[in-house]
């Protein structure tokens, strides 16, 4: 046992990646983050759109990109159905600022290039 913690074994998984402990619940191929967003509904707008929700909406976007599932495309950062609630607001800041597509990819391209 860790100093400090608790123990749990950890199972590999058919792909090799270690599995979760028992313990933790697992969500059955998204109904959970299904019923999350309907509990919780849309991120509110900011009441006008600045310079730095701006950054915030780039952001989130990017960290909530798409991945491909065997169900379906999921959020990257929390596997929920792609778009996922960050993402969409990050989409409806921008659109709000009046960014077009051209602009959203180079500030997403901005933002990911290496920093000096």
Do not use: K
Request: charged residues 25%; neutral net charge; hydrophobic residues 35%.
């Amino acid at each position: 046992m860790a100093r400090g913690g608790c123990w749990a074994p950890v199972v590999p998984t058919p792909d090799g990646a270690p599995s979760p402990p028992a313990s933790v619940p697992q969500p059955q191929q998204g109904r959970d983050m299904d019923s999350i967003d309907e509990v919780l509904g849309e991120l509110p707008m900011p009441p006008y759109v600045t310079a730095e929700d701006v950054g915030f909406a780039v952001r989130a976007v990017t960290v909530h990109a798409a991945e491909q599932w065997p169900e379906g495309p999921r959020c990257r950062n929390d596997r929920a159905p792609h778009p996922c609630r960050l993402h969409r607001w990050g989409r409806r800041v921008l659109d709000r600022r009046g960014l077009s597509d051209r602009q959203v990819q180079a500030l997403i391209a901005e933002q990911e290039a290496p920093r000096r």
